[in-house]
């Protein structure tokens, strides 16, 4: 059986480094990944190969904390970062609309703010120029929004959140839509009456609507800037102003003498593909190994595949290829599935049977769903108590954590499941949660006569 991509890469870079005199270090390295997830997966496996001896593990880490940290930027790791993030927004928002906070709540901003951090930080990975993007939005917007055409509730009540009006007036919908299906003039002078009414709050409402375009560059620019006063930042924003200083000559991210080494990464934006070539170095420069890349596409279907994913993979191993030469090649041992992937869907009642039917599989084993494709007739184990790494657990809800847990069959004390696990999920956190509920919820007492 193959061994894992990155045990591979482990002992390599081990007996490279481990002989009496080995330079550079293993400390000298850095590798980065698309997760941190990876990075402790590599570290056990060096200190497998360190057999329990003294080791200085290299820097694991992420090109997101790499870059957070040579900026000098907060809330890396921070759960409360994005509201924080959020909330620069939101006082972006009032500054730039010349709204109150009691015309516009923050809680009911919350969802329109998450809205526009995922566009500001779309925008800002793809190194868009923010003017010229958003005024042709604002030139789509005046052609093709007409707020009087059959708008159901739904969308009534999205435009109304956008343009700040607390309580969507649905009778002004019904009246729009109703008039918009009129074969006839209006008979009576109150019909029509009503008719006007509702044309002048839905042109009212349409220039409400399509002032906010007009604004979204100035807002865009104008969080930013609340943003850098405190050093916050999300993730485009972050790669974004590496990018600029980079090509300004303001950052180097390859002067520390560290040996860079990317392992595993996929679909990059535009944004990372610079950093990435700024980390490669210019033409002439390739042979001083500032940086190596290794890539685990093995499966033939993304190899082969004519669409997004084999483009991501052609250009990545194209642009940024894989070592050729010593000290740094390495001939992977390619894993059984990349000749064969076996599949197999199992029906269950609800989310949390899933674990139920994962213990079965644990129990019973796997030979009655797929067969070992390199040694057929032989059944491969689901599950081996003496590798438990070896078998990866991928939920797709993180509350069905404990659930899983609790199934798990007798015996086995160690699994691998990809998932964290939320703190609004512990008991001491629903306590405090209903304690303040209660305290802001509840009176002050009368005790008077």
Request: aromatic fraction near 10%; hydrophobic fraction near 40%.
């Given at each position: 059986m193959?061994?894992?991509?990155?045990?591979?890469?482990a002992?390599?870079?081990?007996s490279?480094t481990?002989?009496p005199?080995?330079?550079p270090?293993?400390y000298?390295?850095?590798?980065i990944?698309?997760?941190?997830?990876?990075g402790?997966?590599?570290?056990?496996?060096?200190?497998?190969c360190?057999?329990?001896?003294?080791l200085l593990l290299?820097?694991?880490?992420?090109?997101n904390?790499?870059?957070?940290r040579r900026?000098?930027?907060s809330g890396?790791?921070?759960p409360n970062?994005?509201?924080?993030v959020?909330h620069?927004?939101?006082?972006?928002?009032l500054e730039?609309?010349e709204l109150?906070?009691?015309?516009?709540?923050?809680?009911?901003f919350?969802d329109?703010?998450?809205?526009?951090l995922r566009?500001?930080?779309?925008i800002?990975?793809?190194?868009?120029?923010v003017?010229?993007?958003?005024?042709?939005?604002?030139?789509?917007k005046?052609?093709?929004?007409?707020l009087?055409?059959?708008?159901?509730?739904r969308?009534w009540?999205?435009?109304?959140k956008?343009?700040?009006d607390?309580?969507?007036?649905w009778?002004?919908l019904e009246?729009?839509?109703?008039?918009?299906?009129?074969?006839?003039?209006t008979?009576?002078?109150?019909?029509q009456?009503k008719?006007?009414?509702?044309?002048?709050?839905?042109?009212?409402?349409?220039k409400?609507?399509?002032?906010f375009?007009?604004?979204?560059?100035?807002?865009?620019?104008?969080?930013k800037?609340?943003?850098?006063k405190?050093?916050?930042?999300y993730?485009g924003?972050?790669?974004?102003?590496a990018?600029r200083?980079?090509?300004?000559?303001?950052?180097?991210l390859t002067?520390?003498?560290?040996?860079?080494?990317?392992v595993g990464l996929?679909?990059q934006t535009p944004a990372m593909?610079?950093i990435?070539d700024?980390?490669?170095?210019?033409?002439?420069?390739?042979?001083?190994?500032k940086a190596i890349?290794?890539w685990?596409y093995?499966t033939?279907?993304?190899?082969d595949?004519p669409g997004l994913?084999?483009s991501f993979?052609?250009y990545?191993?194209t642009?940024?290829?894989?070592?050729?030469?010593?000290p740094?090649h390495?001939?992977?041992e390619v894993p059984?599935?990349?000749?064969?992937?076996h599949?197999?869907?199992?029906?269950?009642a609800?989310?949390?049977?899933?674990t139920?039917?994962i213990?079965?599989?644990?129990?019973?084993?796997?030979?009655?769903i797929?067969e070992?494709?390199?040694?057929p007739?032989?059944?491969?184990?689901l599950?081996?108590?003496?590798?438990?790494?070896?078998?990866?657990?991928v939920?797709?809800?993180?509350?069905?954590?404990?659930p899983?847990?609790s199934n798990?069959p007798?015996?086995?004390?160690?699994?691998?499941?990809?998932?964290?696990?939320?703190?609004k999920?512990?008991p001491?956190?629903?306590?405090l949660?209903?304690?303040?509920?209660s305290?802001?919820s509840s009176?002050?007492?009368?005790y008077g006569p």
């Open positions: 193959a061994k894992p991509f990155l045990q591979q890469i002992e390599h870079f081990y490279l481990s002989q005199g080995a330079t270090p293993l000298q390295y850095r590798f990944f698309h997760n941190q997830r990876a402790i997966f590599l570290c056990h496996y060096l200190e497998q360190a057999n329990a001896r003294p290299p820097e694991c880490t992420t090109m904390s790499l870059i957070r900026l000098h930027l890396g790791e921070d970062n994005e509201l924080l959020i620069k927004i939101y006082l972006a928002y730039v609309m109150g906070s009691e015309e516009r709540s923050f809680e009911d919350y329109l703010g998450q809205a526009l566009d500001f930080d779309d800002d990975k793809h190194l868009i120029e003017d010229s993007f958003l005024e042709n939005l604002l030139n789509h005046e052609l093709t929004e007409d009087s055409t059959f708008l159901s509730r969308q009540s999205a435009v109304s956008l343009i700040y607390k309580d969507p007036d009778s002004v009246m729009v839509n109703e008039v918009a299906t009129e074969e006839t003039e008979k009576t002078e109150e019909e009456k008719k006007e009414e509702a044309t002048k709050k839905m042109q009212k409402m349409k409400r609507f399509l002032d375009w007009i604004k979204l560059p100035d807002i865009y620019r104008r969080a800037s609340l943003m850098k405190e050093g916050l930042a993730e924003m972050m790669l974004r102003e990018v200083q980079i090509e300004e000559g303001e950052l180097n002067d520390d003498g560290m040996i860079t080494v990317f996929n679909a593909y610079k990435l700024h980390f490669r170095g210019s033409d002439k420069d390739k042979d001083k190994n890349f290794y685990d093995f033939s279907p993304i190899l595949s994913a084999g993979v052609r990545n191993t642009n940024y290829p894989a070592p050729t030469d010593e740094y390495i001939d992977f059984d599935q990349a000749h064969e992937l599949t197999a869907l199992i029906s269950t609800s989310a949390v049977a899933q139920a039917a213990r079965k599989l644990i129990e019973d084993g796997w030979e009655k797929v070992s494709p390199s040694r007739g032989e059944s491969a184990p599950y081996d108590p003496h590798e438990p790494l070896r078998t990866a657990i939920l797709p809800d993180e509350s069905l954590l404990l899983l847990l798990m007798k015996g086995i004390d160690k699994i691998n499941v990809t998932m964290g696990y939320p703190i999920g512990i001491v956190a629903a306590m949660s209903l304690l303040l509920r305290g802001t009176a002050p007492a009368n």
